[in-house]
């Protein structure tokens, strides 16, 4: 069983024309009408805690995962209603150190700032059944740190968070999807159950947990090539082996 994990980042207005990474702030109309036209076709939007057993093959239905990265304010504000309407789960992977702060490590490529959510917002996601992933302290590019921080930002931005949380924190998201073997290791003996990449392709029981694959969803995705990523074997096809 093949299991799409959609990969989101903003829920709101893109950005002017020639922004760099404009495409990955989907509109919330787009992301409303995604949903829902999954919800329709009999799929249910699972978080990585709700969606690991039909992973592993434990469990067998028509699900999907959905995750978002770094936590942007704009996600609480226009996905959380949607989800929550259809009955829906996801996960957000957040930046321990930069809550109520901004996506400071897009500046440098000329991408514009964006709020992140407060400790505050982010108990309202977790309260309203949605997950709260770990995506290092400070957003780093883990194969250029040292093994000690590299190790650093993954287990202590676990920590925090969950003493913000005050609940367990088992999902994690390597920064810009770039990492070596050996940082899975430190992932799984940091005590996740799981971890996500920006690789294409669509999770299944033989991937290896801590190195899931994922299926990314652009402003420029239709809802035509939105449900043939989801349904198709599409992704899969692009995969790289």
């Not at 299991?3 to 024309?17: A, E, F, R």
């Not at 694959?213 to 992704?235: D, G, H, M, W």
């Given at each position: 069983?093949?299991?799409?994990?959609?990969?989101?980042?903003?829920?709101?207005?893109?950005?002017?024309?020639?922004?760099?990474?404009?495409?990955?702030?989907?509109?919330?109309?787009?992301?409303?009408?995604?949903?829902?036209?999954?919800?329709?076709?009999?799929?249910?939007?699972?978080?990585?805690?709700?969606?690991?057993?039909?992973?592993?093959?434990?469990?067998?239905?028509?699900?999907?995962?959905?995750?978002?990265?770094?936590?942007?304010?704009?996600?609480?504000?226009?996905?959380?209603?949607?989800?929550?309407?259809?009955?829906?789960?996801?996960?957000?992977?957040?930046?321990?150190?930069?809550?109520?702060?901004?996506?400071?490590?897009?500046?440098?490529?000329?991408?514009?700032?964006?709020?992140?959510?407060t400790v505050g917002e982010m108990r309202e996601w977790a309260q309203a059944g949605n997950e709260v992933g770990s995506h290092t302290l400070d957003h780093v590019h883990l194969p250029e740190m040292t093994p000690e921080e590299a190790r650093r930002q993954i287990v202590e931005s676990k920590d925090e968070l969950e003493q913000a949380l005050g609940a367990p924190v088992t999902a994690f998201c390597y920064p810009y999807g770039d990492h070596g073997p050996e940082h899975r290791?430190?992932?799984?003996?940091?005590?996740?159950?799981?971890?996500?990449?920006?690789?294409?392709?669509?999770?299944?029981?033989?991937?290896?947990?801590?190195?899931?694959?994922?299926?990314?969803?652009?402003?420029?995705?239709?809802?035509?090539?939105?449900?043939?990523?989801?349904?198709?074997?599409?992704?899969?096809?692009?995969?790289?082996?």
């Open positions: 069983m093949s299991i799409p994990i959609l990969m989101y980042h903003q829920i709101g207005v893109p950005n002017p024309k020639g922004t760099p990474f404009r495409g990955l702030t989907v509109t919330p109309d787009s992301f409303a009408r995604q949903m829902r036209w999954m919800r329709r076709l009999g799929y249910r939007g699972l978080s990585m805690r709700d969606v690991m057993p039909y992973v592993r093959g434990e469990r067998q239905g028509k699900v999907f995962g959905i995750t978002f990265d770094d936590g942007y304010r704009n996600v609480l504000h226009n996905a959380m209603p949607v989800l929550s309407e259809l009955g829906f789960t996801a996960t957000n992977y957040f930046v321990a150190r930069q809550f109520d702060g901004g996506n400071v490590w897009d500046e440098h490529k000329g991408i514009p700032f964006s709020a992140l959510m290791v430190m992932v799984r003996e940091a005590g996740y159950d799981n971890a996500t990449l920006t690789q294409r392709g669509l999770a299944a029981a033989s991937d290896d947990p801590f190195g899931l694959p994922r299926v990314t969803v652009a402003r420029s995705t239709n809802i035509i090539r939105f449900l043939q990523k989801c349904l198709t074997r599409y992704e899969d096809s692009r995969r790289r082996r």
